[in-house]
């Protein structure tokens, strides 16, 4: 009897061990198992996770009689299962679905090159950009890098898939900047204002960009400043260029002042790099600004930016139908810009606008001539914008701007109100998993009565995690140079439609894109029977009798390829453009391709980090083939420059001393010292012709930094 | 009347208790194996174990120790692409942290480590977010000793010209030692990790 019960009391704790345990399997959506789910007990301290087969097993004991399950992994959708350990000792399954959000950081990339620390996506981090060797660093001359652009030596500006340097707007934190350059000096390209270290994201658009922006025929280049500085510190900079400084003071995590001060002076620069111009004010001026950030305590960003830079320069320009020898040009330009911006989230949106205001004046004397050239812009704008769901977006604005521009010297004085007013919509969503869209429309109004509808849509279809197809199609116009509407204000909008293919593969670190598009120019600026053509000319007003008559067109593919990983410390980047295009406009004699278009653009940029030390080298080399120009004697710019190679050498090796880090940098632009043509100018009877080279064939730019109390201590202890 | 209901108190008490104490016992029995384990399969336990807890209790250690297995988990498997969804996963966990611990920051300091031994491309973002996060758990608790351990690791493994270098790491790695020889952990379910691998870089 005592066996019997024996026997029977261990079967029924058998029966009850096998009944104490429930096994699952978890599969997703196309039966695959899952491993390393998480399946939770809900309620109680029992989790388990999936073996590789996606198996899992739930004890019983202890379990009430409706038992919620919690299934969660990596990618997918949380799921709930329930069950009663009472019923049926089945296997439970359970399918999860993919996460849809796994795509929600899709970047489309037609048209598009994007730098960003907050987008995990993006191909470039903004250091990345901020190190492309360049003299100085400055953000122009390293998104002129990328494929989609040609190098016009001598003037300033990205000229991009065809367009010239004005169908490209700069866009600080939404705002455009009237002058992102110092003042033009013929034959010398100038930089750009601002310093790279002002932005902690840059978009480049090489075409098809978003609805949110307008007045740029070609591209946009959409810089984001930085937020709250990250720490306070002084820093110097002694170069062959000039003296600068910067204190920075950040009060907690909320505030912060920075203050920049510089002054330029290229006197020795150009004692140790031969000059191929003749300069009666060697380049100089002096400038500063003052960068204030302060996050409020629910969460709004206030930024304010304001500069103010002086700049002088006088230099000998060739100028053919007047007197080669001595013509006789100086610069005397001041700007004004400031910029404020408040970002805020109210509950579900998110509000940001700002305001901007410029004042540039530039005094030209040529010869006897004096010219005084003016203009003002004040710019406002708002966008509201919302997520609906956790995947579409939805923004809205709008944004006004009022502009006035003068010419003046002592025959005639010419003048301009421009006023434009503009809104837009645009919405992110997703069609399914694979389809990101973005679909925008913008209205713009002048005041002069004309105005625009501008549809603009990019879509991206995502073949897999690493490779996508893209596309982009937009409607662009823009208002014409203030030179012909001073002639002429009845002028319309400038158009052009641009169509863009892409396929991107993004993997590990490693970037390969091929893109082509077709750029529709129509009602482009055209002068009355035009039957001399100029390719230089300083303070040229244009006849009257303009009309929006020209047309144009710009095709091409660009091919790139970027490697962050296969060479340790070693990053590179391969581009490649070709270009074809052709217009009539302005006092073009026919249609013909112009004469900052080259066929072939070639960009390698290689950057190398010697292991174990803190130097840094770069190297760049750039191939432009040549470009049209006029000779009178020939067909109408059908003869080429030769082909333009550079190559830019950096360096910079920095340490602490203390807690104060100290940077030596060096460039060498144009290496090789090739003897480039940036392009030739004819006389009108093809008689005589003038050779436009660069400023000097070798230039070495160096110098040093010295920050303070750089270093973060933790502990007591320098890092 | 009066002893029923004293009893059925005394009763509820002694569960309630009880429950606390097992989730207590259970919390710190798989804090110290999750320190341990190192195999992907042993890691997707733990965190299953510490879901289940948060679930039970909304207690922050049991999110503390969920993102800590998934930065363990990151080191445990072998793609890339792996790797980066476990960060993830484990960035969204120290979102909901309290962000003023210093256990959190420094958890989030580590974070910040392991994403760079997967992409060091991305210094620019995650160098400063480590200092950042290890110089304010320091300041907070300047007896932390995981705060010295991650600075000793960082310093280690830094090139001698910045001011690195293994003898610079070791020094602080030995404070470490000695933080750790006379921590007061916070409360019973307090982190543990760094004491094993300080003894294995400055020997016992």
Redesign the interface.
């Known amino acids: 009897m005592k066996t019997l019960t024996l026997s029977l009391m261990l079967l029924w704790s058998g029966f009850a061990a096998i009944a104490q345990q429930r096994p699952g399997l978890v599969k997703d959506e196309k039966g695959q198992p899952v491993h390393?789910a998480?399946?939770?007990?809900?309620?109680?301290?029992?989790?388990?996770?999936?073996?590789s087969a996606g198996r899992f097993v739930i004890h019983l004991a202890g379990l009430k009689d409706t038992v919620l399950l919690?299934i969660?992994a990596?990618?997918y959708e949380d799921a709930k299962a329930t069950f009663s350990p009472k019923q049926s000792a089945d296997t439970l399954l359970i399918t999860l679905k993919q996460k849809k959000n796994v795509l929600a950081d899709v970047v489309i990339s037609a048209g598009s090159f994007e730098a960003s620390?907050e987008k995990k996506a993006t191909t470039f981090?903004?250091?990345d950009l901020a190190t492309v060797p360049a003299s100085p660093p400055d953000e122009f001359k390293a998104v002129n890098e990328l494929p989609g652009t040609t190098k016009v030596g001598e003037t300033e500006g990205l000229f991009v898939r065809g367009g010239d340097a004005t169908e490209t707007k700069a866009i600080i934190d939404g705002l455009i900047v009237q002058d992102p350059f110092f003042g033009s000096v013929p034959g010398v390209a100038q930089n750009s204002r601002f310093s790279t270290l002002l932005f902690k994201g840059t978009s480049f658009s090489t075409g098809g960009y978003s609805a949110q922006y307008g007045d740029a025929l070609s591209s946009v280049l959409v810089l984001n400043t930085q937020d709250v500085a990250?720490a306070s510190s002084q820093s110097i900079t002694l170069s062959t260029a000039g003296i600068s400084g910067n204190i920075t003071q950040r009060w907690d995590d909320n505030t912060s002042l920075a203050l920049n001060a510089r002054y330029t002076n290229l006197q020795p620069s150009f004692a140790i790099n031969k000059q191929n111009y003749s300069y009666f004010i060697i380049p100089q001026g002096e400038g500063g600004n003052i960068i204030f950030r302060h996050k409020a305590k629910k969460g709004g960003l206030f930024k304010f930016y304001g500069s103010y830079d002086r700049n002088q320069v006088g230099l000998s320009v060739p100028y053919l139908s007047v007197n080669p020898l001595d013509n006789r040009y100086s610069l005397n330009g001041r700007t004004l810009y400031t910029n404020a911006t408040y970002k805020v989230s109210l509950g579900k949106w998110a509000l940001n606008s700002g305001v901007s205001y410029s004042h540039n004046i530039d005094q030209i004397t040529f010869d006897s001539s004096q010219v005084q050239k003016a203009d003002e812009r004040l710019q406002a704008r708002i966008v509201a914008s919302r997520y609906i769901g956790t995947r579409s977006k939805l923004s809205f604005g709008a944004e006004g701007e009022d502009a006035h521009f003068s010419n003046s010297d002592s025959l005639a004085r010419y003048a301009l109100t421009e006023r434009l007013l503009a809104a837009f919509a645009e919405s992110e969503f997703y069609l399914g998993n694979r389809i990101a869209v973005r679909a925008g429309v913008r209205g713009e109004s002048a005041n002069y009565g004309h105005g625009n509808i501008a549809p603009r849509a990019s879509v991206a279809y995502v073949v897999n995690?690493y490779s996508q197809f893209s596309a982009a199609y937009g409607d662009f116009y823009q208002l014409p140079a203030e030179t012909y509407l001073y002639t002429n204000p009845q002028l319309s909008f400038e158009e052009a439609t641009h169509y863009i293919v892409d396929y991107q593969y993004k993997k590990?670190?490693r970037t390969f894109r091929i893109e082509g598009y077709y750029k529709h120019y129509n009602n482009l600026v055209k002068e009355p029977d035009t039957t001399s053509f100029t390719a230089f000319s300083i303070d040229r007003i244009p006849p009257v009798g303009t009309q929006n008559s020209g047309y144009g067109y710009a095709d091409g593919f660009d091919l790139f390829w970027y490697d962050?990983r296969s060479i340790p410390n070693l990053?590179y980047w391969v581009s490649y453009s070709y270009l074809d295009t052709r217009r009539l406009f302005q006092n073009y004699l026919t249609e013909a391709t112009p004469t900052f278009a080259a066929k072939h653009n070639v960009s390698v940029v290689v950057k190398y980090n010697i292991?174990?030390?803190?130097v840094n080298l770069g190297l760049s080399y750039n191939y432009t083939s040549g470009r049209p120009y006029y000779d009178p004697q020939h067909a109408f710019l059908s003869d080429r420059t030769p082909p333009v190679n550079n190559i830019v050498f950096s360096g910079n090796y920095s340490?602490?001393v203390k807690n104060n880090l100290i940077a030596l940098f060096f460039y060498c632009d144009n290496l090789a010292g090739i003897h480039n043509i940036y392009n030739y100018y004819y006389s009108a009877d093809g008689n005589h012709h003038y050779t436009l080279t660069p400023p000097a064939y070798r230039s070495i730019y160096a110098g040093i930094n010295i920050t303070l109390a750089k270093r973060?201590?933790?502990?007591g202890?320098?890092? | 009347m009066k002893t029923t209901i004293l009893s059925f108190t005394f009763q509820l008490v002694t569960i309630v208790a009880k429950a606390q104490d097992n989730y207590q016992t259970e919390m710190r029995k798989n804090i110290d194996q999750l320190d341990t384990i190192n195999n992907v399969n042993s890691i997707n336990g733990s965190i299953s174990f510490f879901t289940a807890a948060y679930g039970v209790k909304n207690d922050w250690h049991a999110l503390y120790e969920e993102c800590f297995a998934y930065i363990k988990l990151s080191k445990a498997v072998k793609s890339d692409e792996d790797k980066k969804a476990a960060l993830q996963t484990a960035a969204d966990l120290l979102d909901k942290l309290p962000q003023q611990n210093d256990e959190a920051l420094v958890l989030k300091a580590f974070y910040a480590m392991n994403y760079l031994a997967v992409d060091h491309t991305e210094w620019q973002t995650y160098l400063p977010m480590l200092q950042e996060a290890l110089q304010k758990a320091g300041t907070l608790n300047p007896d932390n000793p995981r705060v010295y351990f991650l600075s000793g690791i960082m310093k280690y493994n830094m090139p001698a010209a910045m001011g690195g270098g293994h003898d610079e790491g070791l020094t602080i790695l030995k404070t470490a030692k000695e933080k750790f020889s006379t921590y007061q952990p916070a409360d019973g379910l307090a982190p543990g990790w760094g004491r094993r691998e300080v003894l294995q870089y400055t020997g016992k």
């Open positions: 390393g998480t399946v939770i007990v809900f309620g109680t301290l029992q989790g388990a996770s999936t073996d919690k969660s990596i990618g620390d981090k903004p250091f990250q995690p590990n670190n962050k990053d292991p174990t030390t803190s340490w602490f973060r201590t933790i502990m202890i320098n890092f």
